[in-house]
C-alpha cells in the first residue's frame, strides 16, 4: 500500500466505490469534523452503548435523589420495626448489582436474553421473604443457631454451614432447577425457539448465569431489605431516643444497662405505639435514626461488591454442577450434592472466618477463582460452542502462546492454514466484496497469524490457537464473514467510499 508521501500518481488516483479522498495533508472535511453524524447508526450497534445509556440514567437518578429526603421506601426491620431506606440506596444497590450480573454475563459469553438475568433475579429477590426461607433454615436446623461470640472457627463453621450455607444455597438453586425441568420436558430439540428456551438448562453456562442471577437477586433483597434496616436501628441512640420519649409520656423505664438488642428496641417502639399511636411512634422513630442512613450506606456498598466473589459466585458454582447433571445425567444426584457441597463450603467459609482485611480478600479471591474457573471449563465442554461469543474479561488476559509463536514469525512466512486465509491478497482467494480498492503489502506494523494447527470444526474468538487474526499496530482484527479494515487500522491508507472502509470479507473459506 502507498504511504501517504508516496508521489506516484496512485496515490491521487480515482479509486472504485467513491470519489478520490483528501490527501493527509489537507484540511478536515466535514465529516470528520462532525463524526456524530455519519457515525451515530453505527454507534447504536455497538455492545458498548446500552450500558453507557445505562449508567447515564442512573446518574441522572442519582442526582436527583440526592436532596430528595420523602423519596423512600418503608421496610420492617426483623418483621416488625419500621424503617426508612432511601431511594438513592436503592438505586445505588440496583446499579452495583446489575454492573456485576453484567459483568459475568460478559465473562460467559452465552447467548441468552438480555432481560434473563433480572427476571430471574426478582423471582429469588421474591424468595427472599418468603415462607420457604424459614421452611429450608428448620430443615437444616440440625447445625443449631447461628454462630457466637464464644465459639471457635470449627463450631462457628459448623453451625453457619446448617444456618446460612446449605438453607440459603438451596434457595437459589430453585430457578436453576426450575430451568432443568423446562429443559428436560420442553426442550426436546436444542434449537427449538421460544421462551423456554432461554430460562431451560441444557449445559453448565445455562446454570452458572441462572445461578449467577439467582445469587444476586438474593444478595440484594437480603442486604437492602434486611441488612441496612438492620444496622441503621440497632444502636445504643436509638434505645436512648426511645426511653426519652417514653419518659416524656410520664413513663420511666430502667434497663439493666444502655443496649442496642433489637428486642429491647422492639419492645420499647411497641410501648410507645401503645401510648401515642402507631403512625406516631413510627415518625418519632424515624427522627430519631434519620442521622444513622450514613452507616447503613457504609455497609451496603462493600457488601453489594462482596457479592460479585460472594452469594453471586456461590451461586453460579452450584449452578455449574447443576447444568453438568442435565448435561451428563449419569450419577447427577452425586454431582449435584458435590456442586452443593462446594457452594455451601466456600459460603460458611465466608461466613465464620471473615473479619480481617486478608481473610476478605483471600475468601473472596476463593469464590471468584471457583466462578472464572467454572465459567472457563463450562464454556470448553458447552454442546453449542459454537455459537458463544468472545469472553470479554476471562480470554483477554489466556495464554499467549499461540499468539507469541506466530508473531515472531516474519511476514508472509507463516505456515499454511489448513484452507484459503481470510484476507489472502490475492484476487482469487480475497474474500473482499468487488469494488473495494486493492491493497498493496501491509504496513511493517501489520502481519497476519496462521492458525496453529488444524481448524477445529467449533471455532469461537475466544479459540485462540483456531482464530484467524489481522494485527496491524494495536489493532487485532478477526478474519471472519463480514469483517472490516478501516483507515485507522492501516495509517497511510484512504477509502474510496465515504464509510472509511478500505476493505471487507464478504464470503467464507
Known amino acids: 500500500m502507498h504511504g501517504p508521501n508516496d508521489p ?3 496515490f491521487e488516483a480515482k479509486r472504485p466505490g467513491g470519489e478520490m479522498k483528501s490527501r493527509a495533508t489537507e484540511a478536515p472535511t466535514r465529516s470528520q469534523l462532525l463524526p456524530l ?6 454507534l447504536m450497534t455497538k455492545p458498548y452503548f446500552v450500558p453507557g445509556l445505562v449508567v447515564c440514567v442512573v446518574i441522572a437518578f442519582l442526582f436527583t435523589l440526592m436532596s430528595s429526603s420523602s423519596a423512600h421506601v418503608q421496610v420492617m426491620a426483623y418483621g416488625a420495626i419500621p424503617v426508612n431506606i432511601p431511594m438513592y440506596s436503592i438505586v445505588l444497590a440496583l446499579c452495583i448489582v446489575g454492573g456485576g450480573a453484567f459483568g459475568v454475563y460478559r465473562m460467559a459469553g452465552k447467548p441468552k436474553a438480555w432481560w434473563l438475568m433480572p427476571v430471574v433475579a426478582v423471582f429469588t429477590a421474591l424468595l427472599v421473604s418468603s415462607p420457604v426461607m424459614g421452611m429450608l433454615q428448620g430443615l437444616f436446623g440440625i447445625g443449631g443457631g447461628s454462630a457466637g461470640k464464644g465459639d471457635t472457627v470449627v463450631i462457628a463453621f459448623v453451625k453457619m454451614f446448617f444456618r446460612a450455607g446449605l438453607p440459603e444455597e438451596c434457595l437459589k438453586s430453585i430457578p436453576v432447577f426450575f430451568g432443568v425441568f423446562l429443559g428436560m420436558k420442553l426442550m426436546v430439540r436444542r434449537d427449538a425457539p421460544g421462551l423456554a428456551r432461554q430460562f431451560a438448562v441444557l449445559d453448565p453456562l445455562d446454570g452458572i448465569l441462572i445461578g449467577v442471577a439467582s445469587g444476586f437477586g438474593f444478595a440484594f433483597a437480603e442486604t437492602v431489605f434486611q441488612y441496612v434496616p438492620g444496622t441503621i436501628v440497632d444502636s445504643t441512640q436509638t434505645v436512648a431516643g426511645l426511653l426519652m420519649l417514653l419518659q416524656q409520656q410520664g413513663l420511666r423505664i430502667q434497663l439493666p444497662q444502655d443496649t442496642s438488642q433489637i428486642q429491647d428496641i422492639y419492645n420499647l417502639f411497641v410501648l410507645l405505639g401503645k401510648k ?8 418519632e422513630l424515624q427522627q430519631i435514626i434519620a442521622n444513622r442512613q450514613g452507616v447503613g450506606l457504609q455497609l451496603m456498598i462493600p457488601r453489594l461488591l462482596s457479592d460479585v466473589f460472594g452469594h453471586a459466585a456461590y451461586a453460579g458454582i452450584f449452578g455449574y454442577f447443576i447444568g453438568l447433571a442435565a448435561l451428563k445425567p449419569a ?6 450434592l458435590i456442586g452443593l457441597l462446594i457452594a455451601a463450603t466456600i459460603h460458611s467459609m465466608w461466613d465464620s472466618m471473615a473479619g480481617s482485611m486478608f481473610m476478605y480478600f483471600l475468601l473472596s479471591m476463593i469464590a471468584f477463582v471457583g466462578l472464572a474457573i467454572a465459567i472457563m471449563k463450562a464454556r470448553t465442554i458447552a454442546p453449542d460452542r459454537s455459537q458463544l461469543v468472545a469472553s470479554q474479561i476471562i480470554d483477554r488476559f489466556a495464554t499467549r502462546s499461540a499468539r507469541s509463536a506466530t ?3 516474519p511476514v508472509g512466512t507463516a505456515a499454511a492454514p489448513a484452507r484459503p486465509t481470510a484476507f489472502a491478497m490475492s484476487p482469487q482467494a480475497t474474500g473482499f466484496a468487488p469494488g473495494t480498492p486493492p491493497m498493496g503489502p501491509l504496513p511493517s506494523a501489520a502481519k497476519y497469524q496462521a492458525p496453529a494447527g488444524p481448524l477445529a470444526a467449533s471455532i469461537t474468538w475466544d479459540d485462540e490457537s483456531n482464530l484467524r487474526i489481522i494485527e496491524v499496530g494495536t489493532a487485532r482484527v478477526p478474519a471472519s464473514v463480514g469483517a472490516r479494515l478501516y483507515e485507522r487500522h492501516v495509517p497511510g491508507s484512504h477509502a474510496g467510499a465515504g464509510d472509511s472502509v478500505i476493505a471487507e470479507r464478504t464470503c467464507s473459506d
Open 8 to 10: 506516484s500518481p496512485g
Open 37 to 42: 453524524g455519519g457515525q451515530w447508526q453505527e
Open 276 to 283: 401515642v399511636g402507631v403512625e406516631r411512634a413510627t415518625f
Open 331 to 336: 450419577q447427577r444426584v452425586k454431582t449435584v
Open 407 to 409: 508473531a515472531s514469525a
